[in-house]
């Protein structure tokens, strides 16, 4: 069974400045993806980024990008130019094997940005 | 494009009485997940729904079912509601061209409370 594991329950970062979220994974799949998604106070779960395991180079979407090492089971989400929308709980999630629909969520990080 | 639908927003239901939740996927999209969401539990997996077929389960009681129809609107039901029923559920999308791994987009879910 794979396991997601976020140590940070809470962050906190001034507008503008840079945070960088943890999340560690355990599986003994090869073939896998890995995921950040954001839970704002409306509820709704938005995808920030998706990683595939068997590519090399980090994802990145536009202020998100990742620190993907397979080798240490690490993927790290690192946000640049925080904004006041950027305030939510942030979740890393696993989906692999023939897992189909399915994602193993780690516990979250509620992240705040302060103005 | 319009978004996943989920329906109704908040429910309030007695303990031994069923509720059924309805999700309407993106247009397009033929796979449907359920999740539950719980401050205790976090998020998880129910169930996934492709061609109106089952193809994915999480470790839930049978009390929990679902179904998918033609036009891939899904429908879950709980039957003999207890009080730790009580949680978030969220309904996901997604095109399924690959089948594992697809980036999945998510209602803004139902809130159920069981009294």
């Known amino acids: 069974a794979q396991t997601v594991t976020q140590s940070q329950p809470e962050m906190s970062v001034q507008e503008a400045e840079t945070v960088t979220l943890s999340c560690t994974y355990d599986?003994?799949?090869?073939?896998?993806?890995l995921f950040w998604y954001k839970q704002p106070p409306s509820r709704q779960m938005i995808l920030v980024i998706r990683?595939?395991?068997?590519?090399?180079q980090n994802a990145t979407e536009n202020r998100f990008s990742v620190n993907f090492q397979k080798a240490a089971k690490s993927f790290s989400l690192k946000i640049s130019d925080s904004q006041l929308g950027d305030t939510a709980m942030y979740f890393c999630?696993?989906?692999?094997?023939?897992?189909?629909?399915?994602?193993?969520f780690g516990q979250g990080t509620i992240l705040t940005v302060h103005p | 494009k319009a978004g996943v639908t989920q329906t109704p927003r908040y429910l309030i239901k007695t303990r031994g009485q069923q509720v059924t939740l309805s999700c309407s996927p993106i247009?397009?999209?033929?796979?449907v997940s359920w999740y539950q969401q719980t401050p205790g539990q976090g998020l998880q997996f129910l169930f996934e729904?492709?061609?109106?077929?089952?193809?994915n389960k999480g470790n839930f009681p049978g009390r929990f079912s679902g179904r998918q129809f033609s036009n891939s609107r899904s429908e879950m039901n709980v039957s003999t509601l207890e009080l730790g029923d009580s949680a978030l559920y969220l309904c996901?999308?997604?095109?399924?061209?690959?089948?594992?791994?697809?980036?999945?987009?998510f209602g803004s879910g139902t809130q159920l409370s069981v009294l």
């Open positions: 996901a999308s997604s095109l399924d061209a690959t089948g594992v791994g697809e980036k999945l987009f």
């Open positions: 599986t003994s799949e090869n073939n896998y993806y």
């Open positions: 990683q595939e395991a068997y590519k090399q």
């Open positions: 999630a696993f989906a692999g094997g023939t897992s189909y629909g399915k994602l193993t």
């Open positions: 247009s397009g999209h033929r796979s």
């Open positions: 729904y492709f061609s109106e077929t089952q193809r």
